[in-house]
């Protein structure tokens, strides 16, 4: 079946550092989806991805889906305490489930 | 405000007893899942449902059980079957089929066994 990976699990940066956590798949994706769970919260959608090798930008986010659309990354430019949180990445093969990353959670060092 | 409700938050459970909690949901999606999240992993799909009366089996539906008799409901019950139940359970619903739109999460329900 249908496998996500993502990497690091654990991430701990200082504030102002840069972060950046990968999805890779074991098959080709339809789209990608990813969202936010802050410490003992619900996941939070923050963006979809469609189209081969697109770049999507929110704010100090930016994600980028593979031109192979088997991986995904997002990218945070100088980190602050409010991203805090796990990050999970979740892809679809078309009429498949959705699947889930592990999800990589962020620490941030004030 | 339109969103999801999860209820119980809290939920203890002894061995051998079914629980079922509540999921419930006004933003008319038609779509309905339930999660499961165990600690340091992703979510596992548990069942999913796109229309009232219907209702699949995803990853690891064994020891669970869900019904679909209103579009703004998807209880799911938890088995004496279900070996390891212990776990933090989502909800979630879309607008669309699950593969082309985003996710709406409830805030979750947290079940211990003793």
């Known amino acids: 079946g249908q496998q996500v990976m993502q990497i690091p699990q654990y991430q701990h940066v200082q504030e102002g550092e840069d972060f950046t956590t990968y999805c890779n798949s074991s098959?080709?994706?339809?789209?990608i989806q990813w969202y936010k769970q802050r410490p003992g919260g619900h996941p939070v959608f923050l963006i979809q991805l469609v189209k081969s090798g697109e770049v999507k930008k929110q704010k100090r986010l930016t994600f980028q889906f593979g031109e192979a659309k088997k991986n995904s990354s997002l990218h945070i430019t100088a980190t602050q305490t409010t991203d805090v949180g796990t990050y999970f990445c979740?892809?679809?093969?078309?009429?498949?489930?959705?699947?889930f990353g592990t999800g990589t959670k962020l620490q941030v060092i004030p | 405000d339109g969103g999801i409700t999860q209820s119980p938050k809290y939920l203890f459970r002894k061995e051998g007893q079914n629980v079922t909690l509540s999921c419930e949901q006004n933003?008319?999606?038609?779509?309905m899942y339930w999660y499961r999240q165990d600690p340091g992993q992703g979510l596992r799909l548990i069942y999913y449902s796109q229309i009232v009366n219907d209702f699949q089996k995803g990853d690891i539906a064994e020891g669970y059980s869900v019904s679909r008799e209103k579009k703004e409901s998807f209880p799911l019950t938890v088995t004496s079957a279900q070996k390891n139940p212990t776990a933090f359970y989502l909800c979630?619903?879309?607008?669309?089929?699950?593969?082309?739109?985003?996710?709406?999460f409830g805030e979750g329900s947290r079940l211990t066994v003793l």
């Open positions: 098959t080709t994706l339809s789209n």
């Open positions: 979740a892809g679809s093969g078309g009429y498949q489930k959705v699947t």
């Open positions: 933003l008319n999606h038609d779509a």
């Open positions: 979630a619903s879309s607008r669309q089929r699950m593969n082309t739109g985003e996710l709406f």
